[in-house]
């Protein structure tokens, strides 16, 4: 049986160093047959030299810069393989990525694409969450409502890539969402290795994002989609709900910012689009919780404190009376509990415990993987 060519495309900018260990573990696959691309977008720091390194073994390509989504696409088109996988340069590939997932497509030729479960990592690659169980199958309801496939996961083939197009050169921070709603709306079925087989890197203490970019992008994705109308009946019922969820994503991602007047806007559409938003208390004040403990949060006490301040009144009622201080003794809430009653605020100068707890943690509602 012949193996498989796979095609890894690596976009990169002024990342030089993160970019070498992305290589390096692109080349540490177990699996045997691997094409690895570098495209290069107009890079001003020491990436041409450090790809010196590589010659031999890494194809790098220079274009001139025209942003993340033209340099997966000028990439994608000078790969050869029948599978195709792209790796952002700050993430990593765990050596048996490759294999079990060419597998697990090989297995079952019905799909046209698989992810995997993954790692959050820090600056050091050391894992700080690990992120898992992920949906598979036929996952167009859930994609619609979440994104929770890290881009770097899935091994695709490269006949579903045409057959959709590759990335969207006018989106940026939003484009693998927009790719991956294609790809399932189009019918792919979707796999799933339910291991961990890679590290989607964060910056601890860091939520800094551009969030009015992502809310325009994810705004003008669901736009296109609900207004296909070719799209199914029961997909179009969603789209209340889809946008509940996006928005109240969005307000959290605002108030992690500070800015109070957009997060209080996104939550109210949010209530407006869902009268049954986190209707259950308890629910709500857990989200804000896990929000508070996110790794890339650094004072938990501070957001809290900041975002119960600016809530709308009606969040505000709901979520107040279950999160209180900490005090001595009691346990605080950690990621992959999801039903503790009541939910405690770690206490100013404790350690987050997301950065110490590896519990697998699935996606929750307010927990698109959107860079």
């Avoid at 309801?141 to 899935?154: E, G, K, T």
């Avoid at 045409?162 to 399932?184: C, I, K, N, P, V």
């Avoid at 890679?198 to 009015?212: A, C, D, F, K, P």
Wanted: net charge negative; hydrophobic share 40%.
């Amino acid at each position: 049986m012949t193996t498989a060519l796979v095609s890894v495309v690596i976009p990169t900018y002024n990342r030089s160093r993160l970019l070498r260990a992305a290589v390096e573990s692109a080349l540490a696959q177990t699996y045997p047959a691997v094409e690895i691309i570098v495209v290069d977008d107009g890079s001003s720091d020491d990436t041409p030299e450090v790809m010196e390194a590589y010659q031999g073994r890494v194809r790098y390509i220079r274009q001139g810069n025209a942003g993340v989504s033209a340099a997966r696409n000028h990439g994608l088109a000078h790969s050869t393989g029948t599978l195709i996988n792209f790796l952002d340069d700050d993430d990593l590939f765990y050596p048996q990525k490759i294999a079990r997932q060419a597998a697990l497509l090989a297995a079952q030729p019905e799909l046209g694409w698989a992810h995997c479960r993954y790692d959050l990592i820090d600056a050091d690659d050391r894992p700080r969450r690990r992120i898992g169980p992920l949906p598979e199958g036929d996952v167009r309801a859930a994609l619609l409502q979440r994104q929770f496939i890290w881009v770097s996961a899935p091994l695709i083939r490269r006949a579903c890539l045409e057959q959709t197009g590759g990335f969207d050169e006018q989106l940026s921070t939003a484009a693998d969402y927009d790719l991956w709603l294609r790809l399932a709306l189009a019918g792919y079925r979707l796999g799933c290795v339910q291991q961990r087989l890679g590290g989607y890197r964060v910056q601890l203490g860091s939520m800094v994002m551009n969030i009015g970019l992502i809310e325009r992008e994810v705004s003008l994705i669901l736009e296109r989609v609900f207004a296909d109308p070719g799209l199914p009946e029961d997909l179009k019922a969603l789209r209340p709900q889809a946008e509940a969820n996006w928005r109240f994503w969005l307000g959290l991602r605002y108030y992690a910012t500070g800015h109070w007047e957009e997060a209080q806007r996104n939550l109210l559409r949010a209530a407006e689009m869902d009268a049954k938003l986190f209707a259950d208390t308890r629910e709500l004040r857990q989200v804000l919780i896990r929000e508070a403990l996110d790794v890339r949060v650094q004072d938990a006490q501070q957001y809290l404190q900041d975002t119960l301040a600016h809530l709308p009144a009606a969040f505000a009622r709901r979520a107040e009376p279950g999160v209180r201080r900490a005090e001595p003794g009691v346990r605080r809430a950690e990621p992959g509990v999801r039903r503790a009653e009541p939910v405690e605020a770690p206490s100013p100068g404790s350690p987050s415990t997301s950065s110490e707890c590896l519990a697998d943690d699935a996606p929750r509602r307010a927990d698109p993987v959107v860079r």
